[in-house]
């Protein structure tokens, strides 16, 4: 998360609740497959002009769903239903 907010952009396995925090999904490789991540990583060497576009669609998407505002705006709506139930 820290990265995209960082305007970088990321290669990451597809385990856990890594795909849910990682913004361009095209990124994601399946765990243990060392081809396609070096694939992925030639990709992003080969076209450096697309990291400032991708870079900024992250910053975007880590803010718009991970800010603080928005967790706490989720975490009270949240709150408010268990309440009422």
């Not at 998407?61 to 309440?83: H, Q, T």
């Amino acid at each position: 998360m820290e990265a995209q907010l960082m305007k970088k952009a990321v290669i990451a396995t597809n385990v856990g609740g890594v795909p849910e925090i990682v913004s361009d999904k095209r990124l994601l490789v399946k765990d243990g497959d060392t081809r396609n991540w070096i694939a992925k990583i030639q990709e992003l060497l080969d076209h450096p002009e697309d990291l400032e576009a991708i870079g900024a669609r992250n910053r975007s998407f880590i803010v718009e769903n991970f800010s603080l505002g928005r967790i706490s705006k989720d975490l009270f709506e949240y709150m408010k239903k268990v309440a009422a139930e």
